[in-house]
């Protein structure tokens, strides 16, 4: 019985590409079986795991998932909370017990607390299996957010824009002098100088497009270090 | 209200000098014209700002002329916003938006006497030629008012007639006769206000907390052909006065871009 | 005597000069365009997005919604009216039907994945082409999807069987015509478009079809090639 993997890590494939021929390996993430042939269910990138074939996504849209810290836009207020645009397919509710740690008055003002046009950072707390999202606001760096601008970025680069236990975005705040919140769904908040803002958006524009390559930490680090912000 | 975060962290950037991408208040992004892009248009152009792009074409007709203008041709402008370019846009006939582009480039083209209409006279109240002018959006980054326009531009001086010969047009065949246009090469330049400053080429993200904008079309000697005030803040005389000295000195560098 | 020369000296099975290009529309999730010969189709994908109004949502899957439209200037006669035509909107359903099996959108419900596909330039298969790019833009944006699509026409041309009419050939005046648009999975083959106009006989149907997946391979490679492209270069490769 023949058994070949046809493609190696980091190897680009689109849609319904031939990834394996033969029962010897198991299909990952981004993959499917048919018959003996594991294929590519979407355009990716190849990770040999083992005899697992899977593909690291490039490309496509947030979808909310629990536990995800997100960054988003208040569009509604109603009599139970809040409705946020998430930068995805799917609103989220915010509702009162979940808002804030203060004690809402009853028949309070909620804009008071958050009114339409802010921009607030949440985590994902529920996603049913319809896609219904609610988040809170309640728990540590959750919090309205003020001034400062915010950047979309492919939600598929964002852990490598964090780092290994935020090292990336650490070393871009030291660097720029800029208070910066990467939330899951691909909205980066950044506020400081207007120097410091320049260079941490063409950083992390960088590191979007470079995601894949090898060295791109020391890359980054020298390229951070000729730029001296004030 | 969507926008008053942004809003202010604007103002603290403009304050500096700067923009969000290191730009200087009156700078342009990069600018790239390309013309004869589509083959099947008698002139075309492909007009990049940044990462604006807008698709311009001209087609020719031989028509009836207006009564009341029978030695004239005309133009027929016509713009689309099309939903491939923006999330913002939808399927369906052209809203407000593309109506006041549409109306600011055929304004520009027409009060300019960029065309003389005499000259497209074929028969005096029979036949004149009659360039009907498109533009359609392919990528919205902001500042489409100023693509369009340059786009529509670029598309008349590509444009080469379809031979007639009398009663039929053959578009098949192209002759190397262009359009009657004037040396003056008028340019429309869009000048922005927001809180106190002025700016051109706004960004789609400024494009959201404009307070007010004034669309210039000029001629090569300064000489002004037609303005248009949009957004709902009023201006004083002294700063419409600013803002269209700025986009008279701006239209050199879009008519360079021409070559 | 019959059709012995094609007009521009291709051979019956060519199709003709292709061109395609991944990531052309920056604000769309997903975008490409492919040119053959003088038609010229953009795609541009956006999506999964919040779909309105409600009733149009499906609570078990997002569903796909496809618009063809040709430019104003696209036509090599007189202008083209905006606003689309019975054609026109024949067409983008036929597109649609032609793209949806191989996409899963299961972990979208409620949503819609919109394809835009705009005509600069057209003269003859002009819907094929748009669905090649528009398959290579569901690609770009990330979305579920078996295989690709890819779309060429076929045709009779008075007694020979071509590959890829052009404008001419579809109106060809000294003996009959057909014109089938295709469109096809190229892992397996299977047929996800198919029309006709024109006069084929029976027999002749199924040499069409193989003549037509023959080619429709070949762009495969050609709409795999842009894709990779695309990624390659953003990886510095």
Same mark, same amino acid.
């Given at each position: 019985?023949?058994?070949?993997?046809?493609?190696?890590?980091?190897?680009?494939?689109?849609?319904?590409?031939?990834?394996?021929?033969?029962?010897?390996?198991?299909?990952?993430?981004?993959?499917?079986?048919?018959?003996?042939?594991?294929?590519?269910?979407?355009?990716?990138?190849?990770?040999?795991?083992?005899?697992?074939?899977?593909?690291?996504?490039?490309?496509?849209?947030?979808?909310?998932?629990?536990?995800?810290?997100?960054?988003?836009?208040?569009?509604?207020?109603?009599?139970?909370?809040?409705?946020?645009?998430?930068?995805?397919?799917?609103?989220?509710?915010?509702?009162?017990?979940?808002?804030?740690?203060?004690?809402?008055?009853?028949?309070?003002?909620?804009?008071?607390?958050?009114?339409?046009?802010?921009?607030?950072?949440?985590?994902?707390?529920?996603?049913?299996?319809?896609?219904?999202?609610?988040?809170?606001?309640?728990?540590?760096?959750?919090? &309205?957010? #003020?001034?400062?601008?915010? *950047?979309? =970025?492919?939600? $598929?680069?964002?852990?490598? @824009?964090? /780092?290994?236990?935020?090292?990336?975005?650490?070393?871009? &705040?030291? #660097?720029?002098?800029?208070? *910066?919140? =990467?939330?899951? $769904?691909?909205?980066?908040? @950044?506020? /400081?100088?207007?120097?410091?803002?320049?260079?941490?958006?063409?950083?992390?524009?960088?590191?979007?497009?470079?995601?894949?390559?090898?060295?791109?930490?020391?890359?980054?680090?020298?390229?951070?270090?000729?730029?001296?912000?004030? | 209200?969507?926008?008053?975060?942004?809003?202010?962290?604007?103002?603290?950037?403009?304050?500096?000098?700067?923009?969000?991408?290191?730009?200087?208040?009156?700078?342009?992004?990069?600018?790239?014209?390309?013309?004869?892009?589509?083959?099947?248009?008698?002139?075309?152009?492909?007009?990049?700002?940044?990462?604006?792009?807008?698709?311009?074409?001209?087609?020719?007709?031989?028509?009836?002329?207006?009564?009341?203008?029978?030695?004239?041709?005309?133009?027929?402008?016509?713009?689309?916003?099309?939903?491939?370019?923006?999330?913002?846009?939808?399927?369906?006939?052209?809203?407000?938006?593309?109506?006041?582009?549409?109306?600011?480039?055929?304004?520009?083209?027409?009060?300019?006497?960029?065309?003389?209409?005499?000259?497209?006279?074929?028969?005096?109240?029979?036949?004149?030629?009659?360039?009907?002018?498109?533009?359609?959006?392919?990528?919205?980054?902001?500042?489409?008012?100023?693509?369009?326009?340059?786009?529509?531009?670029?598309?008349?001086?590509?444009?080469?007639?379809?031979?007639?010969?009398?009663?039929?047009?053959?578009?098949?065949?192209?002759?190397?006769?262009?359009?009657?246009?004037?040396?003056?090469?008028?340019?429309?330049?869009?000048?922005?206000?927001?809180?106190?400053?002025?700016?051109?080429?706004?960004?789609?993200?400024?494009?959201?907390?404009?307070?007010?904008?004034?669309?210039?079309?000029?001629?090569?000697?300064?000489?002004?052909?037609?303005?248009?005030?949009?957004?709902?803040?009023?201006?004083?005389?002294?700063?419409?006065?600013?803002?269209?000295?700025?986009?008279?000195?701006?239209?050199?560098?879009?008519?360079?871009?021409?070559? | 005597?019959?059709?012995?020369?094609?007009?521009?000296?291709?051979?019956?099975?060519?199709?003709?000069?292709?061109?395609?290009?991944?990531?052309?529309?920056?604000?769309?999730?997903?975008?490409?365009?492919?040119?053959?010969?003088?038609?010229?189709?953009?795609?541009?994908?956006?999506?999964?997005?919040?779909?309105?109004?409600?009733?149009?949502?499906?609570?078990?899957?997002?569903?796909?919604?496809?618009?063809?439209?040709?430019?104003?200037?696209?036509?090599?006669?007189?202008?083209?009216?905006?606003?689309?035509?019975?054609?026109?909107?024949?067409?983008?359903?036929?597109?649609?039907?032609?793209?949806?099996?191989?996409?899963?959108?299961?972990?979208?419900?409620?949503?819609?994945?919109?394809?835009?596909?705009?005509?600069?330039?057209?003269?003859?298969?002009?819907?094929?082409?748009?669905?090649?790019?528009?398959?290579?833009?569901?690609?770009?944006?990330?979305?579920?999807?078996?295989?690709?699509?890819?779309?060429?026409?076929?045709?009779?041309?008075?007694?020979?069987?071509?590959?890829?009419?052009?404008?001419?050939?579809?109106?060809?005046?000294?003996?009959?015509?057909?014109?089938?648009?295709?469109?096809?999975?190229?892992?397996?083959?299977?047929?996800?478009?198919?029309?006709?106009?024109?006069?084929?006989?029976?027999?002749?149907?199924?040499?069409?079809?193989?003549?037509?997946?023959?080619?429709?391979?070949?762009?495969?490679?050609?709409?795999?090639?842009?894709?990779?492209?695309?990624?390659?270069?953003?990886?510095?490769?």
């Amino acid at each position: 019985m023949t058994n070949e993997v046809l493609v190696k890590d980091k190897d680009i494939v689109v849609p319904g590409e031939l990834l394996a021929e033969g029962m010897g390996n198991l299909p990952g993430q981004g993959t499917y079986r048919d018959g003996e042939k594991i294929l590519a269910a979407r355009l990716g990138l190849v990770q040999v795991d083992g005899r697992t074939i899977k593909l690291k996504q490039l490309a496509g849209r947030y979808l909310p998932k629990t536990g995800d810290t997100i960054i988003c836009k208040v569009f509604e207020v109603n009599f139970s909370g809040w409705r946020v645009e998430t930068n995805s397919a799917y609103p989220a509710m915010l509702s009162l017990k979940d808002a804030t740690s203060s004690f809402i008055q009853r028949g309070a003002d909620l804009t008071q607390f958050y009114d339409i046009g802010d921009n607030v950072v949440c985590q994902v707390t529920n996603v049913t299996s319809q896609n219904l999202v609610d988040v809170s606001m309640k728990g540590p760096g959750l919090r &309205k957010l #003020a001034g400062g601008r915010i *950047i979309e =970025v492919n939600t $598929n680069k964002v852990p490598r @824009i964090i /780092g290994k236990q935020g090292s990336m975005i650490q070393m871009i &705040k030291e #660097a720029t002098k800029c208070n *910066i919140t =990467v939330g899951q $769904n691909g909205l980066v908040w @950044i506020d /400081g100088d207007i120097d410091g803002e320049i260079v941490a958006v063409d950083v992390i524009k960088k590191i979007e497009e470079e995601a894949h390559q090898s060295g791109l930490t020391d890359r980054i680090k020298e390229y951070l270090s000729k730029v001296k912000v004030k | 209200m969507m926008n008053k975060n942004l809003y202010g962290h604007i103002l603290k950037v403009l304050k500096s000098g700067k923009r969000f991408d290191g730009r200087g208040l009156t700078d342009y992004r990069k600018i790239s014209v390309e013309t004869g892009v589509t083959k099947t248009a008698e002139g075309s152009a492909l007009v990049r700002i940044g990462e604006t792009e807008v698709m311009a074409g001209v087609k020719l007709e031989v028509s009836k002329p207006y009564p009341d203008t029978p030695d004239k041709g005309t133009i027929i402008v016509g713009a689309e916003l099309l939903p491939l370019s923006s999330p913002e846009f939808e399927t369906g006939p052209p809203g407000i938006k593309a109506i006041e582009l549409a109306r600011v480039v055929d304004r520009g083209v027409r009060e300019s006497g960029f065309l003389d209409f005499k000259k497209m006279c074929i028969e005096e109240g029979e036949k004149v030629w009659t360039a009907l002018i498109d533009v359609c959006s392919m990528n919205d980054a902001g500042n489409l008012m100023d693509a369009c326009y340059l786009a529509a531009f670029a598309a008349l001086k590509d444009v080469r007639l379809p031979k007639f010969d009398g009663e039929k047009l053959d578009y098949k065949e192209k002759t190397s006769k262009k359009l009657p246009l004037s040396a003056d090469d008028p340019i429309s330049v869009t000048v922005v206000k927001i809180g106190e400053h002025i700016l051109i080429d706004p960004t789609i993200e400024e494009g959201k907390v404009i307070d007010a904008r004034i669309t210039v079309n000029s001629k090569k000697d300064g000489t002004l052909c037609a303005l248009q005030k949009g957004e709902e803040t009023p201006l004083m005389p002294e700063e419409i006065v600013e803002m269209v000295d700025l986009a008279v000195e701006k239209s050199k560098e879009l008519r360079g871009a021409i070559k | 005597m019959g059709y012995d020369k094609r007009i521009d000296d291709r051979k019956v099975d060519e199709y003709r000069k292709v061109e395609a290009k991944v990531g052309v529309i920056k604000r769309a999730d997903g975008s490409a365009y492919f040119k053959i010969g003088n038609t010229w189709a953009y795609a541009a994908v956006y999506g999964p997005r919040n779909l309105y109004p409600k009733f149009l949502q499906n609570p078990e899957k997002g569903i796909l919604r496809c618009h063809y439209n040709m430019m104003p200037f696209s036509s090599g006669g007189d202008r083209v009216r905006p606003g689309g035509s019975r054609r026109s909107k024949e067409i983008s359903m036929v597109t649609k039907n032609s793209l949806l099996p191989v996409l899963d959108l299961s972990e979208y419900p409620n949503s819609v994945v919109d394809v835009f596909i705009e005509l600069p330039q057209t003269e003859a298969g002009s819907r094929c082409a748009g669905i090649t790019a528009a398959s290579m833009a569901l690609a770009d944006a990330g979305l579920l999807m078996k295989d690709l699509i890819s779309s060429v026409s076929v045709g009779r041309v008075d007694d020979k069987l071509v590959v890829d009419l052009d404008y001419y050939e579809e109106s060809y005046p000294d003996g009959p015509v057909a014109d089938v648009p295709l469109a096809i999975m190229p892992g397996t083959g299977e047929i996800t478009l198919l029309q006709m106009d024109g006069e084929v006989e029976k027999d002749d149907l199924k040499k069409l079809l193989d003549l037509g997946k023959k080619a429709c391979m070949e762009i495969y490679e050609v709409q795999k090639k842009a894709l990779k492209e695309r990624y390659e270069q953003k990886q510095g490769r």
